[in-house]
């Protein structure tokens, strides 16, 4: 339950550089308050290229690094501590799990190598994550298909050069048969593009698909088999999501500790008072188990293990529950200052709040991990 050597040496390059060119001052807090349509920096997203971080589940024989769920979650814990607003997690991760192996890969891999494309998954239809209840219709015509319906919560779907849509071609609602996954391109005639601002600053999109045409060979898989990438996908995207708020809960208590050890009350460090040591240390704790759920389920997707479906679940419920604990002890300890817009602990409240929901929340994941137990 621990890195090897080149995973550390991963690490040791990683943590330096999102520290300086990912830190919360030029990137989360700069595109921000300059009404950045984005929500993220595409130089930055160039220099995640040019460290080869875009490719990092991209085979060799395609281009990329050719690593695995391991590695990728080491760049995510950094993104997490320091708040770095990027497409890494949808377009590396999430979106490069879908495409592996299909046609559509050719199209899409050499632009998310170079740092130039961005990709999205649309998945979610209602108020909650609950891919099995797709009931988007994606209809015959032709040579293609038609697209009507609506996505909810697609993660930079204003900025992405293809969104990756799981639509019903078959069946009905609950069901996992009978979906096919398309990769709809940027533009498309019919698709309306509806962008809000979320807590974390970040951008999402609700996408009404009008009509939207597109040809056979947009199809991600088979036809009505596309239960097979989404859940590849949407697997990669929790383990990742799971080690970003691993960062996010560890950089806030990083910067509430070291509040702890600088602000005085009665003349006194208020590190010293024993209550807030506790509450610290139970926060280690607690954040060291939910780094090792995070680990391990990378370890089994990695490998190919069958369990890997269900510690994907453990590690996104877990890992969100104690990040929500992290950064609510963060801007309680932090007192009337952790309020405020000027200190960045509240930063990672926002965020804890966002990324929390993205691919299922902890109360959806607990009930997977039951569902997946047998219960």
């Known amino acids: 339950m621990t890195l090897n050597e080149d995973q550390r040496l991963l690490q040791d390059t990683v943590r330096p550089f999102m520290a300086e060119e990912g830190a919360i001052k030029p990137q989360l807090r700069h595109w921000r308050d300059s009404g950045c349509t984005d929500g993220y920096g595409s130089d930055l997203w160039k220099q995640?290229?040019?460290?080869?971080?875009?490719?990092?589940?991209?085979?060799?024989?395609?281009?990329?690094?050719?690593?695995?769920?391991?590695?990728?979650?080491?760049?995510?814990?950094?993104?997490?501590?320091?708040?770095t607003p990027s497409p890494f997690l949808t377009t590396a991760v999430a979106a490069v799990r879908a495409l592996e192996g299909s046609a559509q890969a050719e199209r899409w891999f050499p632009g998310i190598l170079a740092g130039e494309t961005v990709a999205a998954l649309a998945v979610d239809e209602g108020k909650h994550h609950d891919p099995a209840r797709i009931a988007m219709a994606a209809k015959r015509q032709g040579n293609g298909f038609v697209l009507n319906g609506s996505k909810q919560f697609v993660v930079h779907g204003n900025s992405a050069d293809v969104v990756l849509v799981a639509a019903r071609t078959a069946g009905s609602a609950g069901e996992t048969d009978g979906l096919t996954l398309f990769a709809v391109e940027k533009g498309a005639s019919g698709l309306g593009v509806d962008t809000a601002t979320l807590a974390d600053s970040s951008k999402a999109s609700r996408l009404n698909f009008d009509n939207v045409a597109v040809d056979s060979d947009a199809v991600v898989g088979e036809v009505d088999g596309g239960w097979g990438p989404l859940t590849r996908a949407l697997n990669a995207g929790r383990v990742g999501a799971a080690s970003e708020l691993v960062g996010v809960a560890a950089g806030a208590s990083e910067m509430t500790v070291e509040y702890l050890k600088q602000r005085k009350q009665f003349g006194k460090l208020i590190g010293e008072f024993q209550a807030l040591q506790h509450r610290a240390a139970h926060l280690y704790g607690e954040i060291e188990i939910a780094r090792a759920a995070a680990l391990k389920a990378a370890q089994l997707l990695d490998s190919g293990d069958p369990r890997a479906e269900l510690f994907a679940s453990v590690a996104k419920a877990k890992a969100g529950r104690v990040s929500a604990l992290a950064v609510q002890e963060g801007v309680q300890m932090h007192g009337g200052i952790g309020m405020t817009d000027e200190h960045d602990i509240g930063l990672y409240m926002k965020r804890e709040a966002v990324l929390s929901e993205l691919f299922g929340s902890p109360r959806f994941h607990a009930g997977r991990v039951a569902e997946l137990s047998g219960y």
Do not use: D, K
Request: proline share 3%; no cysteine; glycine share 22%.
């Open 48 to 83: 995640f290229a040019e460290l080869g971080l875009t490719g990092i589940l991209i085979p060799e024989s395609q281009g990329g690094a050719g690593l695995g769920a391991v590695e990728a979650g080491v760049v995510l814990e950094e993104i997490g501590r320091n708040l």
